[in-house]
């Protein structure tokens, strides 16, 4: 592991290995789609919410790769997808072009 060499209000400088030793993976995840069903507060009926829509991307190794965007974009459920916490997706997720899977 790294040591802490500097620390700045708005940076942390760690030294690391130039080839750490992990596995060298590609995430891709291409089309996602996911809805779920909630229930609406003013018909107290069950509706299909989109939560994803076509969602393509890829983390290769060495990225550094960064989720961003508003409140209830659908960044937790993405990540979520892509750990396989959350199967009710639909879509290809891929480790090394081989079907991801928990």
Same mark, same amino acid.
């Given at each position: ?40 507060? &003013? ?9 994803? !829509?076509? +969602?393509? $991307? =890829? ?16 960044? &937790? ?9 959350? !199967?009710? +997706?639909? $879509? =290809? ?10």
């Amino acid at each position: 592991m790294g040591q802490t060499k500097e620390h700045t209000e708005h940076f942390v400088r760690v030294e690391s290995p130039l080839e750490p030793d992990v596995p060298k993976i590609t995430l891709q995840w291409r089309e996602l789609t996911l809805k779920l069903a909630v229930k609406n507060p &003013s018909t107290k009926r069950m509706e299909d919410k989109r939560i994803l !829509s076509n +969602v393509s $991307g =890829a983390a290769r190794p060495g990225q550094l790769l960064v989720i961003m965007g508003p409140s209830g974009a659908g960044k &937790s459920s993405l990540l979520d997808c892509l750990s396989g916490r959350n !199967s009710a +997706v639909e $879509g =290809a997720i891929t480790a090394n072009g081989v079907q991801w899977s928990r």
